[in-house]
């Protein structure tokens, strides 16, 4: 999820050209979500980590981001908090540092860079900061790839259509590395715009990962077209794939997903969405059963100013086992306020 973005504004610059440079960010992400089977734990559901909270007003994402700048170098770092921290972040200690790296252009064209240190994921399209997503909640294939990664990542853009970006990183969403014998994971990831309305991405993945008291390696491809056909209309394709060796065998899930947004004005925005998530083999997803879910929702945003979006969605999820809160089913409603700057 590498693509999401925060409003910088500018704070500090000393001389001209080559002065260093200060820049700073936030986000704050406000919700409250019902869920018609009323479940009893903390969580809504045991595969979603983001608005994950049942009857309850809570924060999923706070966001205090700032950038600094000297000639050819930069360094990013971004504090968080919320119950989507509370989420992805169980397994770490460091908890509370969206993104902390440092980065530097290695040409002054600055075709080449390299950043090293807690980077986003560079994987799919929605992001952990919601407010330039097409829907409100995350897709199960956003909540169940990487939001983030810790590791070097080197990057290439040869010219405006092409990207090309190579990561050696600690693992599938890890800051701290679980096996410390084991090698590094890589990653890839090529972008291409074939012209200003149109994204063609894919991003690969490759290390070994713990399945069980196993650990094996696992191979992930995300693929994902964003085709803005006009001023109103937007849609995005995307399917993720993997596979994951275990003691008996590869085992592989795969999802594929269709959204549709249309934009009636600069306030009002609607999207509908439609996905489906297969994991027979619990490689991802540990519900005890074989997991092949479809879900669809739709959403409408408000715009109240650049920096202020209301957002409402229905979603439904319906499964061919009681994986949903020990049913085939399941209803709920999401509404939240959001801040950008």
Not at 51 to 60: K, S
Not at 83 to 105: H, I, Q, S
Not at 134 to 156: C, E, K, Q, V
Not at 267 to 283: G, V
Request: aromatic letters at 16%; a neutral charge; charged letters at 15%.
């Amino acid at each position: 999820m590498r693509n999401w973005i925060l409003f910088f504004i500018p704070f500090l610059s000393l001389g001209q050209k080559d002065s260093l440079q200060l820049e700073f960010g936030g986000f704050l992400d406000t919700y409250y979500s019902y869920d018609i089977d009323a479940p009893k734990g903390e969580q809504k559901l045991p595969f979603m980590y983001n608005y994950n909270r049942h009857n309850e007003f809570a924060v999923n994402l706070a966001l205090l981001k700032a950038k600094i700048t000297y000639k050819n170098c930069y360094a990013s770092i971004a504090l968080q908090a919320g119950t989507y921290v509370m989420d992805n972040y169980a397994n770490e200690n460091v908890k509370y540092l969206n993104e902390a790296y440092v980065g530097t252009y290695l040409d002054q064209a600055k075709k080449h860079n390299i950043e090293i240190g807690i980077l986003p994921s560079y994987i799919g399209f929605e992001s952990a900061a919601s407010l330039n997503n097409p829907t409100l909640t995350r897709s199960i294939l956003a909540d169940n790839s990487p939001y983030f990664m810790t590791g070097i990542w080197y990057h290439y853009n040869p010219n405006s259509r092409w990207s090309i970006g190579m990561l050696v990183m600690n693992g599938w969403q890890r800051i701290q590395k679980p096996e410390r014998s084991a090698a590094p994971a890589l990653g890839t990831q090529v972008s291409y715009k074939p012209s200003s309305k149109h994204l063609l991405n894919w991003s690969s993945y490759a290390g070994k990962e713990q399945y069980a008291a196993f650990s094996g390696m696992r191979w992930f491809e995300n693929f994902y077209w964003d085709a803005q056909w006009s001023p109103n209309w937007r849609t995005i394709l995307g399917v993720d794939l993997g596979i994951q060796n275990t003691p008996d065998g590869s085992k592989n899930w795969w999802s594929p997903i269709a959204i549709t947004q249309y934009q009636a004005n600069s306030q009002w925005q609607m999207a509908l969405r439609l996905e489906y998530y297969s994991d027979p083999h619990q490689m991802i997803i540990a519900t005890g059963q074989p997991f092949a879910t479809w879900g669809s929702s739709v959403n409408v945003d408000y715009t109240l100013n650049k920096y202020f979006k209301y957002r409402i969605e229905t979603r439904y999820l319906s499964a061919t086992e009681s994986v949903l809160n020990s049913a085939n089913s399941n209803l709920f409603f999401t509404t939240g306020l959001v801040l950008g700057f």
